[in-house]
């Protein structure tokens, strides 16, 4: 199977290097990357071949990580050139189905995904949502590549802005609190390598104990001795109202994404 990635920014690269590292052969994928720069700098670090959109649009996985207003004009490009076989996957925030579909010949298989950046480790959570034309085959296929990488959930598209703001963005949010943790430990005497390795070993062990399907508040309560240390923080997290903030940041989060559905 020849997968062809155009756009290999951020999140392109983590979805290279997963696959990559799962196994994937360098040959069987290539990148359109238009900044030399970038695409230089990727095919230096992952030995994959960069090519134009022409020859990318001959691949039987064609997985779109332009930036969302891109996209009309990437699809604008392949349209014409698509195998019979073939199937486009965007994973651009925003963008609906319905949209790409309008965009491409009818019958044209479309599946969306919401990635996220973890997916460079294996640990990437990922949305599908499958498209009008789009095959079991092809829905198996697109699910290997994320399952490849960590993996995926088949979710109604009325609720991929939702599953953006929880793991497409979500990973922002725990670097957002990790720096703050950082910052708020050499506050307290502390050297940064010595906040860092605290910090990051309590996300990697606080993350373990949740993925063992734990409740969150169960484990939030089993740190919280009576009367101790860190009953006195989080209720200095309560009264900052940071539960409160997470409410309104998802919020926003979810209204930014539908913004981007034009
Ligand atoms: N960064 C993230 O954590 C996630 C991003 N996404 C989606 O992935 C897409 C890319 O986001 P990022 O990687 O963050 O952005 P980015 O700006 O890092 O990457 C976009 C890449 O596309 C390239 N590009 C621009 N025009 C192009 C064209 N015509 N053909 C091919 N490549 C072109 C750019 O040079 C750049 O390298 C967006 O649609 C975003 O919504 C989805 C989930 C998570
Ligand atoms: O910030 C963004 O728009 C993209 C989509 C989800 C994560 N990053």
């Known amino acids: 199977m020849r997968i062809a990635l155009v756009g290999a920014g951020a999140m ?37 071949r960069a090519v134009d959109l022409e020859e990318a649009s001959g691949a039987d996985v064609v997985v779109l990580a332009v930036k969302p207003h891109q996209v009309e004009s990437v699809l604008g490009s392949i349209s014409n050139r698509l195998g019979p076989e073939s199937v486009v996957v965007s994973i651009a925030a925003g963008v609906p189905i319905r949209q790409l579909e309008e965009l491409l010949p009818d019958g044209a298989a479309v599946i969306r995904v919401m990635p996220n950046t973890p997916a460079l480790v294996g640990q990437g959570m990922a949305g599908v949502v499958r498209g009008t034309a789009a095959t079991d085959g092809h829905l198996a296929t697109v699910q290997g590549l994320m399952d490849a990488v960590g993996r995926s959930t088949v979710i109604e598209e009325k609720y991929l802005d939702a599953l953006t703001s929880v793991s497409g ?12 943790m950082i910052e708020a430990g050499v506050h307290q005497g502390l050297t940064r390598a010595e906040a860092t390795e605290l910090t990051v070993q309590t996300f990697v062990g606080s993350a373990a104990m949740l993925a063992t399907g734990r409740a969150a508040a169960t484990l939030r309560e089993q740190v919280t001795s009576p009367a101790g240390t860190t009953a006195a923080a989080l209720r200095v997290l309560d009264e900052r109202g940071v539960r409160a903030a997470f409410l309104a940041a998802m919020e926003a989060c979810v209204t930014r994404s539908r913004e981007m559905a034009n």
């Not at 799962?22 to 030995?47: F, L």
């Not at 979500?170 to 703050?180: K, Q, S, T």
């Open 169 to 180: 963005s979500g990973p922002a949010y725990l670097f957002y609190v990790a720096d703050a």
């Open 12 to 48: 392109g690269e983590a979805l290279l290097a997963g696959w990559l590292a799962a196994g994937w052969s360098t040959e069987d994928v290539v990148i359109v990357e238009p900044s030399q720069q970038r695409a230089d700098d990727i095919t230096a670090r992952h030995g994959v």
